[in-house]
């Protein structure tokens, strides 16, 4: 399988004088294979039939440099099935690009994009799960989210919600199985396991204590956000729901998230004002994430509560606080809404800045201990470098994004590639590392609180000066939002794990008729084998809390 | 019959049957028996106070949090209340573990700590027996402990014990030599394998540094050795950055994971009581058993010196535990045996060399 990085070759077809994406030069790219263009609000989608998927995408892949494929995004309408896959490039992530994948009714299926993009095997095993739709020349299409005895697709038209599953016996049996080869042993890690971070199971097979193959079951935390989002209205009732995906004190982002798309998708133009304090929440939020991060990292490394792990809770505790001031909650913020945030800072304003001010003062010396206590400790980079290697090639071909990207040296970052919020009038570097191993990892997200507290600085100081009556925290938002008919946008920010996008199509109802979520955690788990196969089970456990996965968001 | 010219002496039972004026053989079994009661509870009430208490309390300091504060006075009463809890939980027994063995394996590790501290010198006439080859005795008892964790893992029934009792052997084999090389180097000095007597070699002063005369214990004389035992005695009682066996983020909880209330219990009674043995080992062997550090201490008992040193090492047990990562299994093994197992060996030889020099 060829993984050659489009940004080496010279020649990218489809990119006009100005950089921009010039469509109709990609048209010309696929030729006879796109059957129409179809226009969503995010980009252009061309639809092509479902046995021309793998042509297609190794098409845009190697002349066009269509490197990401962010989601596979699959629906049933009346009269089809449809797969969307979402293309974009790490170099350049404005440049997007939508496959549209029409299949029959009575028989859903299309080409396998597994031999082009390796991330498209848990995506259309997600698709295949949920949807229905079978896809050709896939190598292990089983169900990802749901148990293997699910009868149905739960988010087929036909699916009968009231029909009780039965889940037989030997769904719950232990699989004490054997393994086929000798001197092998097969071990489930997890789902109740210290280091899995939640309930995730992780098939392994172990040779001695060396890692033959590891595979990672999920869907133990599965809540059916999406299709719970499909039942609840855009101006009010969904906000809540985002909290609850990476529930790990990244709310605001994935709130963020969910704002974003459904902003773009009926034309909202949030206030300055709300921008600047949804970039300082959204920035506290991602301290806090690393924070737990850093410190459940250093709970696998050193394998007990240790004082690492304390300090780091006690710092993200101080942002906790802050948060709930800000928010009036400490876990499920629910404190944007379209258009803005749901109230002003705090009164009494200058105490809650200074508040932070005083956190962002201690920034530099915690950092300075984190690195005393475990950057340069001989045992922890003994354990942390070289190990759990993701060489780039890899990670793009697993759509890997956030900090365990820019780990192994990817310099991409929604924040500043594709810019939203008050991101570009700030001034902050992406961290990024080229070490690809634990290690590497680690340092960026250390790099990133810095970075963080960078930001919420200069957002500080312009809500210190922002004069009052200029105070607008919520643009004039129609009471029902019914976007036109057919409208499709997929839209995505930086969360604390990476690329968390949002597929949104509307039937013209104040429902989404189809509500995808592109889950960071999702994609950059199923690197997992490629990066513990052939290591020992420590190095597994530290690959795994390097990831840092928040299971809530990988089954949503 | 072959007669070994050894000859045992019995400090605490000749003690106690003077004191309480029993003679004869039955008279000395009796005392034997006080005696092993009155040691074996010290330590048991040392270990008791660490498991659930002491270890919290510590460990909340390094980490900046309280701990147990609520139950009594500083949260001791704590003790009584895990006692409590731990006695009255249930006693799972899995399906298809090996039982004889099962159950014989949370028995040992206690036993064999207690039996090591039976020829430790703790003060005065405490201790138990004295045997000329004191020393072996101790170590010999004391990897029996790690029978009884591989006994654990093996008939567990469990994929996570049997891994950690796999593990467990792995490193008690590459840290017992060292560590017995290492001790070696004291028997050197002291010229006796007579616990007692590689006491009594580390009374004479060392240096006068203004005034203060420092004895010669062998961890100033030989402070490379005193590290090297420090580190192999961490892997021998498991403890971090060697904490391989039990590794809870990677095993679960190693050969512990299918054990639950009195077994349990035994297990970590066991565990705390070899740390303390390990402490034990280290002030007989390098802080002058239960003398006191300068002359002009030395109206403070013994006893309470040797309680000091030995809890001194758990501290520092405590220490590492809060602040050094865990080890690779490879990485420790390495570290076993091309590190210290080669630098226990020229320390040994080193040290026979000097000795031979002075001599």
Known sequence: MSSTPASSQKNIVGISKNGTLDYTKLEKLLGPLVLQKEDHVNAPAFVIRPDSVEEALTLLRDEAGFDHLSCVTAQEYEDRFESIYHLRKYDSPQHELGIVVPSPKNNPWNQSACSVFRTADWHEREAYDLVGINYEGHPDLRRILLPDTWQGHPLSLDYDQNKPQLITLQEHENPLRDTDEENTMFINIGPHHPATHGVLHLKTVLDGEHVVSVDPDIGYLHRCEEQMAQGLNYRYQIMPYPDRWDYASAGLLNEWAYARAAEDLVNIEVPEYAEIIRTMGAELCRICAHFLAVGTFALDIYGDFTAIFMYAMRDREIVQSILEDLTGQRMMFNYFRLGGVVWDLPEPRDEFLSKIQKFLDKIPAGIQEYSELMTTNEIFQLRCVGTGILPPDVARQYGVTGPVARGSGIDYDLRRDDPYGYYENLDWNVVTNDGCDIYSRFLVRLGEVEQSAKIIGQCISLLESWPEEDRIIQANVPRTIKPPADAEIYRAVEAAKGELGIYIRSDGTQQPARFKIRSPCFSNLSTLSEMATGGLVPDLIAALGSLDIVLGEVDR | ?359
Do not use: C
């Not at chain 2, 008992?301 to 030995?310: E, N």
């Open chain 2, 1 to 359: 019959m072959i007669t070994l010219p050894l000859t045992t002496q019995t400090p605490l039972v000749d003690a106690i049957s003077h004191l309480l004026g029993l003679d004869g053989s039955f008279g000395l079994i009796l005392s034997a028996f006080i005696a092993a009661f009155l040691i074996g509870n010290i330590m048991l009430i040392s270990a008791g106070i660490a498991g659930p208490w002491a270890k919290r309390k510590i460990t909340a300091v390094f980490t900046d949090r309280i701990a147990v504060n609520r139950l009594g006075p500083l949260g001791l009463l704590i003790i009584v209340a895990d006692a409590v809890r731990l006695l009255a939980k249930e006693l799972i027994v899995p399906e298809g573990v090996d039982r004889p063995s099962w159950d014989i394996a949370p028995l040992i590790l206690p036993f064999s700590a207690l039996l090591g501290f039976a020829v430790i010198p703790m003060g005065g006439p405490l201790q138990l027996a004295d045997p000329e080859t004191g020393l072996v005795f101790v170590f010999a008892v004391a990897s029996i402990a790690s029978v009884g964790v591989v006994i654990g893992g093996y008939s567990s029934n469990n994929k996570f014990s049997m891994l950690g009792g796999l593990r467990a052997v792995a490193m008690n084999i590459a840290y017992e030599i060292p560590l017995i090389v290492t001790a070696a180097s004291v028997v050197l000095f002291a010229g006796s394998l007579r616990l007692s007597e590689i006491v009594s070699a580390q009374a004479a002063p060392l240096i006068v540094i203004a005034g203060v005369t420092i004895p010669s214990w062998f961890a100033f004389v030989n402070p490379f050795a005193f590290v090297l035992f420090l580190i192999a005695n961490l892997a021998e009682i498991g403890r971090n950055p060697f904490d391989i066996p039990e590794a809870p983020t990677e095993l679960v909880a190693g050969y512990v994971t299918e054990y639950s209330s009195v077994y349990f219990v035994l297990f970590f009674l066991g565990e705390f009581l070899h740390v303390f043995l390990g402490g034990a080992i280290i002030a007989t062997l390098f802080l002058g058993g239960p003398a006191a550090p300068i002359s002009s201490l030395s109206f403070i008992p013994g006893f309470i010196w040797f309680l000091l040193k030995i809890w001194s090492v758990f501290l520092f047990t405590q220490w590492m535990r809060a602040a050094i990562p865990r080890v690779r299994i490879d990485q420790m093994i390495e570290i076993g045996w091309k590190g210290l197992l080669a630098l226990s060996f020229i320390n040994l030889i080193l040290t026979a060399i000097l000795v031979g020099v002075i001599a």
